[in-house]
């Protein structure tokens, strides 16, 4: 919006012309969202309607967070939003199509939250449900990713590692679209159980996926970089900026002591964000070494159930996701997040470093 009314004005007086470039957008939209976020989280914190229901499943030192006002996504998922129709190009599609994704997935993840905070203690919307709407999510993901590619292109995805190889999946593309969207939004939200854990660990891979976006949207940097060259995809810089000085405000209310938590409002909003990111980019499977954190939180999960299952009552870890685990061995809270979020740094870097050695 902001750009449609003042750079025509460039034609009166030079100073407008800074409008075109999209760095100083960006962080316009960063900042933007994290002035508004820092506002509306204490007006939040005062009407809060929805306040944390400790599960039996996490460690007994948790049950103090009862009562703590929950489904802060409500707050910065508007600003992510409001942000980046400020400071976007309006007449883009791929802005569009992404804040639609966290739309429907924040609607998605609220709803979960009045089951889990309102209704029967920590039980929100099925496993069936939730896979239900991601698939008819992906069904208009993939539709739209039709008409907004050349077709050669709409069902690729760049391999890691090596320039210039593709893998074609071809009508499979809508599956691989549903794993991408059941797998970040479910990581992000396993890995949301302790103060300024998920927001914090989310903010190494949303930069790499700034970066990307503003790489494959420049002719010079993304043949030089042996990306695709995708016109237009730069304004996705604008939408993550946005989410990123979100983030930045949340974390200052979420950090430990948390004085509020994303719930599953924000935890499916943000995986669905690095989701729709990676796929628009066609970098999903640079998603899993960036999130590399979010995987490991998932994968723990994953090896728990199933050596539970299969040994019938025996665990490899004191509780799953991993961060639970390094509770029961007597790690602080603050010690453990600090620690994963320089996990996830280290992650960002390598997936930083696999583009340049391609």
């Known amino acids: ?57 996490v460690p007994s030192r948790h049950k103090e967070k009862e009562g703590t006002p929950s489904a802060g996504g409500i707050v910065f998922l508007p600003v ?42 920590k039980k929100g919307l099925s496993k069936g449900e939730k896979i239900l709407l991601q698939f008819i999510l992906a069904i208009v993901v993939v539709i739209s990713l039709y008409y907004l590619f050349p077709k050669e292109v709409a069902f690729k995805t760049q391999f890691l590692f090596f320039k210039n190889i593709y893998i074609n999946f071809g009508l499979f593309y809508l599956f691989f679209v549903i794993l991408v969207f059941i797998g970040t939004t479910n990581a992000v939200n396993l890995t949301d159980g302790l103060d300024g854990l998920a927001a914090g660990a989310a903010l190494a891979p949303l930069t790499v996926f700034i970066l990307i ?22 304004e996705l810089t604008i939408f993550g900026g946005a989410f990123l000085g979100a983030l930045l405000g949340f974390l200052w209310y979420n950090a430990f002591p948390a004085d509020i938590f994303m719930g599953d409002t924000g935890s499916q ?42 040994t019938r009552g025996k665990r490899i870890f004191l509780k799953a996701p991993l961060h639970h685990h390094y509770e029961e061995k007597g790690f602080s809270e603050p010690k453990i997040v600090v620690r994963m979020w320089i996990i996830s740094f280290i992650f960002a870097i390598i997936a930083l470093a696999t583009i340049k050695i391609r």
């Open 1 to 57: 919006m902001i750009y449609h009314l003042l750079f025509p004005l460039r034609e009166y007086i030079s100073f407008f012309n800074i409008f075109r470039y999209i760095t100083l957008r960006t962080g316009g939209s960063a900042l933007t969202a994290l002035i508004l976020t820092l506002i509306f989280i204490p007006l939040y914190l005062k009407k809060a309607r929805y306040k944390e229901r400790i599960s039996e499943d």
């Open 269 to 310: 909003a943000l995986g669905g964000a690095l989701g729709i990111i990676a796929i628009l980019t066609k970098q999903e499977f640079l998603l899993a070494i960036a999130g590399g954190l979010f995987v490991i939180e998932a994968i723990s999960v994953i090896i728990q159930v199933y050596y539970f299952k299969k």
């Open 80 to 121: 992510v939003l409001l942000s980046t129709l400020l400071w976007a190009k309006l007449n883009n599609p791929f802005i569009y199509l992404a804040s639609f994704v966290v739309i429907y997935l924040g609607l998605m993840g609220f709803i979960d939250d009045i089951k889990k905070l309102t209704g029967d203690k």
């Open 213 to 234: 976006s503003y790489f494959e949207g420049n002719k010079i940097l993304s043949n030089y970089l042996h990306l695709l060259y995708i016109p237009g995809i730069e």
